[in-house]
Each structure stands twice: as C-alpha cells, then as structure tokens.
C-alpha cells in the first residue's frame, strides 16, 4: 500500500544553496507540497539555474494521477527566453530514470509577464511538457494563498494533449513503441541491418526520432539520410557515396583531411569509399555508426523522385557497393531502410540484375497499439485534461480504430472539444457515439493519405481491400488463396487480419471509408439495390449536368443570349409553356421543369461551349451515354428490372460523368 504524503520538507534538504528569496519561496511552498530534494545548479552556456524537486500530497496526486517527483526551475532572470525550457531536458537526464514526472514541471521567474509569455510559446511549441509558471512576486507574498489546484486544473484541462499532427520529436508523448525501439537498436548492436515501414501517419518517423533519441544516450553514433529531399535523389549513385562520406566526417571534428576532387566519379567512387570509411572510422574512435535511410522509396527503382534512380542501375551500384563493404567490415556501419514501399528489399532481381538488399534484410512493418497500448496512451492523457476514458470506451477506440494511434489520437481530440468545460467529465457511450459519427464524416483527408500508398503502388491489392470492404468474400478469398502478393501488404500495415473464419478489417472505420468510396463497385446486387443505386445516381448527375450547363452557357454569354440558347433547344409546344422562366429557374439544381434528353439537346446544339468541358470526351460518346442513361436508367419508372449487362453498362457511363462532374467542382 502506497504511505500517505503531507507537505512539508525532507531532512536532507539543503535549504542553505538558496537565496533569501528562494529560501521565502521554497517555505511557502512546503506548505502545500513535500519537498524531496535540494537539487543542484545547472549551467547553460552564461546562464544558470537552480533546480529542486518536490512531491504531489496524497490527494492532490490522487487529482492530477502525478505519482513521480516534480520538478521545480529557478529562473533569476528579469526577462523569459523560450531556451530556459531546454534546461528541462538537461535535467531531467542527470537524474534517475522514472524519478520524475516528465509530462509536466514548475517555473519559477522574475519574469512578470511569464504566464502570458508561456501561454503565447506552447500554441506553437505543442510538444513541450505542461508548464506550471508562477512569478517570484506570487510566491514571495506570506499572505497570499496559492491555490495550486487550480493553477493544474487551469494548465492541464485547457491543453489538448492528443492534438499531435506532426511526428513526436519527444519522449513526453511517445506511447507504445519502446520494445520496437529496443529491438532496433539491439539489432545494430549485434551488427545487423534493419528495416521499418508503414502506410502515411503510422508513426514511423516518431520512432525513428525516438531511435536517435535512444543513440544520443547511448552516446552512438547515427547518420540521417532524408532520400525524400532533392539534395538526396538527384545525386547520382557516386555522389550519394561521397555525400555519406562527408556526413560521416562530419560526425566528429578531426584534423582528417579526405581529399574529394576527382575521387567520387563513376568509376572509382566504390574503391575511394572504401579507403576513405576506413580513415574516418579509424579517426573516430572505432566507432558503431548506423546509416537510417529514411523515405527509401525515393531512391528506389519503379517509386524514385529522379529518373537515374527510377530507369537506370544506380540503385544496383549504390547497394552493392554498401553491402560490399559490409560483408568485410560489419563491425564499421548497420544501415536501417525506413519508407512507406518495401519494394527495395521485396524484389529479387532489378534491371535483369539480383538486388543487393533482397534477404539481406527483415521487412518489419510498423505495428498497431494493443489494447493495453490504447488503454495506457488514452487513460493518461485524458486523465490529466480532466477526462476519464474507461476501459469500455479504450476497447470500443481499439475495435473502431484497430490500434491505428493516430487515428485514436485525432479521435479522442474531438472528444475533448465536445467535453464541457467543467472537468473532471467523463465519456460516456452515448458521447462517444455522436462524436464517432462527426469524426467519420470529417476524416476523410486522413483515411486517404493513410491507403495512398496502396492506391498508387499496389493497385490489385487495393482491389482486394475493395471486395472485402464490400463483403464481396468469395472473390477476396479466391484471389487470397491463390495468390500470397495480393495480400502480403495489408496484412503488414495490419490493415486487415485471417482469422479462423477468413479476412476481417483490422478497424471498422476504414471498411465505412472505402465502402464509401467504392459503393458503386459491388457486385450480385438484387433488384432492390440495383434500383436504388441507378435512381440515386441518375438523380444527382442531372443535377450536376443543369449546373454545369448554367454555369457554362451563363459564363460564355450574357444572361439573355444564355436563356435563348437553351429554348432553342427545347421543342416547340415545351418551349412556349417554359418560356417565361429565368434561367435560374430552368436550370434550377432540384426543380428544373427540363427533362434528361432536353439537357442532352442544349449540349449538342452548342457543343462548341461545351467541347472544352467534356475534355477528352468527344461529342458522339456524349450524345450516346446520356441517350443510354435515359433508356435504361429510369427502372424505376417501368418494370423494376433491369439485366446485369444493362446495369454494368450504366455502371460505366455513370463513372464518367460522375469524373466530369468531380473535376469541376460540382459533386
């Protein structure tokens, strides 16, 4: 059983380090929190600060679930810079791991404006820990009562901790992956290469980060090599050699001197690269260094950005050349392939050639949260917004999302927006299920930039997800059992997972999204749907065509020759009984008194406004799908029947308009 805490100050604090205004300050507050240690100065650059740490009473670490010791900064100087939150970091490790809390500390500054300045720094540094800032004047007044409650409540309930869009550069906020991390770092201590990839925000650059976080403390060494930037993949395979080569001279100052003119040319950079990595590991010590090759699509042949990566062999060269070098001297460098596309290490042989990376590296895909993954990420944060997410709601985020944290994250954030100011609150289901409706409708640009990756480069896969996701088993199973390709991926990205009883969505809410975007695509529709799905689709492309035609002939013409050019079109007796309307309302979205075949005439009598519209398209094949459309795609007005070849006819011309429509904005 934990021992109760009281405030007050622990006999081995050294009261005399301090100040007579520190000495006031550290009383006052040993009468709401029990100071544990004295701390030391710190030094940065000219400046210098003092540290002590102080532990939470029972009941206020019982409110706030802060259970570790706090830290408490001095900050002497009349004006706050934004480097004094770096001294944070410098503190935090030269003490013991897990002593303190790292999600949150005191500052304490002459500065008297120092709450403003800290609230107007976190909007845009989002990352950095929770800051409880009190000027000296507050903590100096005896008579003035600190009612730190508040203060916490006030710092913690009105920060979104889960509004992350950007990759975690920090421990703070880093969940779940530290065994990864370990397993990596392992790997390049047993001079073995590594690999990680993942679909768009999986979280791969937050443990990359994490990664050289872990080497910095390991005081090991590690190169960065972004293959996305220009500076990296127009080089040619020679000049990425003698890049890496600088790099790595770079990692520590020398009195080396490696001499590069002439010597990274075409036909001696792998010989030159050899002796040079040799001088350099020798001048630094002998030591480890791993190479993280990050976005390795990029200079990849089928996915490169420049065209002598994508067309011709420096790949080949490149890699033969590193492993080469390698398989004689393991002991010099690892290499880590980070990307969205293992193609690199997939393919055994490029350009009629074997491919130096296949087997010479494990595909490790980044994996999803656990449920006690979610459990731990959600609970603690929420808990210090003033929220409480129980363990019913952490499994409902697991089963909607599949462990997915950053779309559990986005998730939770709107939970927070929808919480009422007065906390602690709880989520309850009725919460969750508004807030999961609002969240699916809204997060469409987040699902597509996380399947981009199978869109493009694993088109037939992306085709199976679409039979799943229409429930369309049988022809999923059939192209699963017969071929492992059409599978390999979403199984990795865990997009999907094979149970006792077949392929299953890892998280519901990306089936809905592709459902969404490929309900025009199931097959063995009965009657009913296949009803429900022309009439829906007729309705909105005449629609979209009488605003097309409006804006077309209204935007070519003044408003008077637009009108004459549409009842031009329209037969005699239609045209009398129509002629007293505007355009607006002859064109009107939902109420046009204009037929289907008539919107057809007005295109074809003024098909030179409307060439350019239909870009691609040519006037015949127009004429002949909206004459198609209005013969069969009106089941609903005659027999409620219509042949499957009729229907994957209509299929086709409904594609493209609904494409015309699309690209201009309409629909």
Same mark, same amino acid.
């Given at each position: 059983?934990?021992?109760?805490?009281?405030a007050?100050?622990?006999?081995?604090?050294?009261? #005399?380090?301090?100040?007579?205004?520190?000495?006031?300050?550290?009383?006052?507050?040993?009468?709401?929190?029990y100071?544990t240690?004295s701390?030391?100065?710190?030094?940065?650059?000219?400046?210098?600060y003092?540290?002590?740490l &102080?532990?939470?009473?029972?009941k206020?670490?019982v409110?706030?679930?802060i259970?570790r010791?706090?830290?408490?900064?001095?900050?002497?100087?009349?004006?706050f810079?934004?480097r004094?939150?770096?001294?944070?970091?410098?503190?935090?490790?030269s003490l013991?791991?897990?002593?303190?809390?790292?999600?949150?500390?005191?500052?304490?500054s002459?500065?008297?404006?120092?709450?403003?300045?800290i609230?107007?720094l976190?909007?845009?540094?989002?990352?950095?820990?929770?800051?409880?800032?009190?000027?000296?004047?507050?903590?100096?007044?005896?008579d003035?009562?600190?009612?730190?409650?508040?203060?916490?409540?006030?710092?913690?309930?009105?920060?979104?901790l889960? #509004?992350?869009?950007?990759?975690?550069?920090?421990?703070?906020?880093?969940?779940g992956?530290?065994?990864?991390?370990n397993?990596?770092?392992?790997?390049?201590?047993?001079?073995?290469? #590594?690999?990680l990839?993942?679909?768009?925000?999986?979280?791969?650059?937050?443990?990359?980060?994490?990664?050289?976080?872990?080497?910095?403390?390991?005081?090991?060494?590690?190169?960065?090599?972004?293959c996305?930037?220009p500076?990296i993949?127009?080089k040619?395979?020679?000049?990425?050699?003698?890049?890496?080569?600088?790099?790595?001279?770079?990692?520590?100052?020398?009195?080396?001197?490696?001499?590069?003119e002439?010597?990274?040319?075409?036909?001696n950079?792998a010989?030159?690269?050899?002796?040079?990595?040799?001088?350099?590991?020798?001048?630094?010590?002998?030591?480890?260094?791993?190479?993280?090759?990050?976005?390795?699509e990029?200079?990849t042949?089928n996915t490169?950005?420049?065209?002598?990566?994508?067309n011709?062999?420096?790949?080949?060269?490149?890699?033969q050349?590193?492993?080469?070098f390698?398989?004689?001297?393991?002991?010099?460098?690892?290499?880590?392939?980070?990307?969205?596309?293992?193609?690199?290490?997939?393919?055994?042989?490029?350009?009629?050639?074997?491919?130096?990376?296949?087997?010479?590296?494990?595909?490790?895909?980044?994996?999803?949260?656990?449920l006690?993954?979610?459990k731990?990420?959600?609970?603690?944060?929420?808990?210090?917004?003033?929220?409480?997410?129980?363990?019913?709601?952490?499994s409902?985020l697991?089963?909607?999302?599949?462990?997915?944290p950053?779309?559990?994250?986005?998730?939770?954030?709107?939970?927070?927006?929808?919480?009422?100011?007065?906390?602690?609150?709880? &989520?309850?289901?009725?919460?969750?299920?508004?807030?999961?409706?609002?969240?699916?409708?809204?997060?469409?640009?987040?699902?597509?930039?996380?399947?981009?990756v199978?869109?493009?480069?694993?088109?037939?896969?992306?085709e199976?997800?679409?039979f799943?996701?229409n429930?369309?088993?049988?022809?999923?199973?059939?192209f699963?059992?017969?071929?492992?390709?059409?599978?390999?991926?979403?199984?990795g990205?865990?997009?999907i997972?094979?149970?006792?009883?077949?392929?299953?969505?890892?998280?519901?809410?990306?089936q809905t999204?592709?459902?969404?975007?490929?309900k025009?695509?199931?097959?063995?529709?009965d #009657?009913?749907?296949?009803?429900?799905?022309?009439?829906?689709?007729?309705?909105?492309?005449?629609?979209?065509?009488?605003?097309?035609?409006?804006?077309?002939?209204t935007?070519?013409?003044?408003?008077g020759?637009?009108k004459?050019?549409?009842?031009?079109?329209?037969?005699?007796?239609?045209?009398?009984?129509?002629?007293?309307?505007?355009i607006?309302?002859?064109?009107?979205k939902?109420?046009?008194?204009?037929?289907l075949?008539?919107?057809?005439n007005?295109?074809?009598?003024?098909?030179d406004?409307?060439?350019?519209?239909?870009?691609?398209?040519d006037?015949?094949?127009?004429?002949?799908?909206?004459d198609?459309?209005?013969?069969?795609?009106?089941?609903?007005?005659h027999?409620?029947?219509i042949?499957?070849?009729?229907?994957?006819?209509?299929?086709?011309?409904?594609n493209t308009?609904?494409?015309v429509?699309?690209?201009?904005?309409?629909?």
């Amino acid at each position: 059983m934990d021992m109760k805490v009281n405030a007050g100050i622990h006999p081995k604090f050294n009261l #005399s380090r301090f100040d007579h205004d520190e000495k006031i300050i550290i009383k006052n507050l040993a009468k709401s929190w029990y100071l544990t240690s004295s701390g030391e100065e710190i030094n940065q650059g000219k400046s210098k600060y003092n540290y002590f740490l &102080v532990k939470p009473i029972s009941k206020f670490s019982v409110m706030f679930n802060i259970e570790r010791e706090i830290i408490c900064i001095f900050s002497t100087y009349e004006t706050f810079e934004p480097r004094t939150l770096d001294i944070l970091d410098i503190i935090i490790s030269s003490l013991p791991k897990n002593r303190t809390e790292n999600i949150c500390f005191m500052l304490i500054s002459k500065d008297k404006n120092i709450n403003q300045k800290i609230d107007k720094l976190l909007k845009t540094e989002i990352e950095h820990p929770i800051v409880i800032a009190f000027s000296y004047k507050t903590l100096l007044d005896k008579d003035n009562i600190i009612n730190f409650e508040d203060n916490f409540r006030e710092r913690f309930y009105t920060r979104d901790l889960f #509004s992350f869009l950007s990759p975690l550069k920090k421990d703070i906020f880093f969940f779940g992956r530290n065994n990864l991390v370990n397993e990596i770092i392992n790997k390049h201590k047993s001079l073995e290469h #590594s690999s990680l990839f993942g679909l768009r925000k999986s979280g791969k650059t937050s443990i990359v980060y994490a990664i050289q976080r872990r080497l910095n403390v390991d005081q090991s060494k590690y190169l960065s090599i972004d293959c996305e930037s220009p500076a990296i993949h127009q080089k040619r395979w020679y000049q990425l050699l003698e890049k890496i080569i600088k790099c790595f001279d770079d990692l520590q100052p020398t009195k080396l001197k490696i001499k590069y003119e002439n010597n990274y040319l075409e036909h001696n950079a792998a010989e030159n690269f050899e002796k040079d990595m040799h001088k350099i590991y020798n001048a630094l010590g002998k030591t480890h260094t791993v190479i993280i090759f990050d976005e390795i699509e990029r200079i990849t042949p089928n996915t490169a950005s420049s065209s002598h990566w994508q067309n011709e062999k420096d790949f080949i060269y490149f890699w033969q050349t590193l492993r080469g070098f390698y398989q004689k001297y393991p002991e010099i460098f690892t290499y880590m392939i980070v990307g969205t596309n293992p193609s690199c290490i997939e393919n055994p042989i490029l350009f009629e050639e074997d491919n130096p990376l296949y087997l010479s590296i494990d595909t490790q895909y980044v994996p999803h949260f656990t449920l006690e993954q979610v459990k731990e990420m959600v609970q603690k944060l929420s808990f210090l917004m003033g929220i409480e997410i129980d363990d019913l709601i952490c499994s409902k985020l697991y089963e909607d999302f599949g462990g997915h944290p950053f779309l559990i994250r986005q998730m939770c954030s709107l939970l927070n927006k929808r919480i009422t100011l007065k906390r602690p609150s709880k &989520v309850d289901k009725s919460l969750y299920s508004k807030t999961l409706k609002e969240f699916i409708s809204s997060s469409h640009e987040y699902l597509d930039m996380i399947i981009f990756v199978l869109e493009k480069w694993y088109p037939d896969e992306y085709e199976m997800l679409t039979f799943l996701a229409n429930e369309d088993f049988e022809t999923f199973e059939k192209f699963a059992s017969n071929h492992i390709n059409y599978t390999r991926h979403l199984l990795g990205y865990e997009l999907i997972q094979e149970g006792d009883n077949g392929y299953y969505f890892n998280y519901e809410i990306l089936q809905t999204h592709i459902q969404n975007k490929n309900k025009y695509k199931r097959l063995n529709l009965d #009657s009913e749907e296949k009803l429900a799905e022309i009439s829906k689709r007729r309705n909105l492309i005449e629609e979209g065509l009488r605003t097309l035609i409006k804006n077309t002939l209204t935007y070519s013409n003044n408003k008077g020759t637009a009108k004459d050019l549409i009842l031009h079109a329209i037969e005699g007796k239609r045209r009398e009984k129509i002629n007293t309307l505007t355009i607006q309302q002859l064109l009107h979205k939902n109420e046009s008194p204009l037929f289907l075949l008539e919107l057809k005439n007005i295109i074809n009598r003024n098909w030179d406004l409307f060439e350019n519209i239909f870009e691609g398209i040519d006037k015949n094949r127009i004429l002949f799908l909206l004459d198609d459309i209005n013969k069969y795609g009106r089941p609903d007005a005659h027999a409620k029947k219509i042949s499957n070849d009729d229907f994957m006819q209509l299929r086709i011309h409904f594609n493209t308009l609904e494409k015309v429509l699309k690209n201009w904005e309409i629909i």
